[in-house]
């Protein structure tokens, strides 16, 4: 699992739609690779000082974008580089 923290640009919408935006700019920037293992919800909520719903909402609206994907038991993984809109 990657310790991956986002980096977090003050706006005044939700907290989870920044998480996605950071984790969108970290793969679109290489900062974060393809098949790579994200911070479980908890762990990432605890670290960001959020709820885990938040980084629930957060990992949904990724996956909606088709940046990462679930695997039961596994954990979120990075899918990669999206091409055109997502």
Same mark, same amino acid.
């Given at each position: 699992?990657?310790?991956?923290?986002?980096?977090?640009?003050?706006?005044? =919408?939700? @907290?989870?739609? #920044?998480? &996605?935006? %950071?984790?969108?700019?970290?793969?679109?920037? $290489?900062?974060?690779?393809?098949? *790579?293992?994200?911070?479980?919800?908890?762990?990432?909520?605890?670290?960001?000082?959020?709820?885990? =719903?938040? @980084?629930?909402? #957060?990992? &949904?609206? %990724?996956?909606?974008?088709?940046?990462?994907? $679930?695997?039961?038991?596994?954990? *979120?993984?990075?899918?990669?580089?999206?091409?055109?809109?997502?």
């Amino acid at each position: 699992m990657t310790i991956w923290i986002p980096e977090i640009v003050e706006n005044s =919408g939700p @907290i989870y739609l #920044a998480i &996605a935006d %950071a984790l969108a700019s970290d793969v679109a920037r $290489g900062r974060l690779e393809a098949r *790579t293992r994200l911070p479980t919800h908890r762990e990432l909520a605890y670290r960001l000082g959020v709820t885990v =719903g938040t @980084i629930t909402r #957060a990992y &949904a609206e %990724a996956e909606r974008r088709g940046l990462v994907y $679930g695997e039961v038991g596994r954990g *979120t993984f990075v899918r990669g580089q999206v091409t055109g809109d997502a």
